[in-house]
């Protein structure tokens, strides 16, 4: 027989998992790190459910551990290349999809630095104020702005230079 605060932690897992899942993709864009980051997160939240004491916010917690593993796993691996090739299986996770949708934005938004996807991704997706940013990443507010600046002015480039790209296509094939 469980205890009420494991079936507390359970019912939020079945609740929020899959909303987890799709925040750690937002934050990696991959979903095989998303689900990873996400069960870890969740792992880190278990064995302190018990003594968590803001029980009628945990899934915050959740989301600020998520943000600070990730960051964590980017400074210790980054030099490695995102890649814009799906691997042979894809996953097909309905939030994934409707992410996919949005013509190329979240492709462009891996291909921005780590913690400036962090940042764009909290700002703009989780609609998060910079102090609250600054908290979950652990850096003053005047790095959330910067930060943010150089993402935009990054995706605005990418963006401007694709269609480009795409209308100079079009008056070659005639369109």
Request: net charge positive; no cysteine; hydrophobic share 35%.
């Amino acid at each position: 027989m469980q205890s009420a605060d494991g079936q507390a932690f359970e019912e939020f897992v079945r609740a929020r998992s899959a909303a987890l899942v799709r925040y750690g993709y937002v934050l990696t864009g991959n979903p095989h790190d998303a689900t990873d980051l996400a069960q870890e997160a969740l792992a880190r939240l278990g064995s302190t459910w018990s003594r968590l004491r803001r029980k009628d916010d945990p899934e915050g917690y959740v989301r600020t551990t998520m943000a600070r593993l990730h960051i964590s796993w980017w400074r210790k691996h980054r030099r490695e290349r995102l890649t814009g090739e799906m691997p042979e299986q894809a996953h097909t996770e309905p939030g994934f999809a409707a992410a996919d949708g949005d013509g190329g934005l979240w492709q462009a938004l891996a291909l921005l630095p780590r913690r400036q996807r962090a940042v764009l991704v909290l700002r703009y997706y989780e609609h998060r104020s910079d102090e609250e940013i600054a908290e979950h990443l652990g850096v003053t507010r005047g790095t959330v702005r910067s930060q943010a600046y150089r993402g935009l002015s990054k995706l605005r480039a990418s963006w401007h230079s694709e269609s480009t790209t795409r209308q100079e296509g079009m008056v070659q094939s005639g369109r």
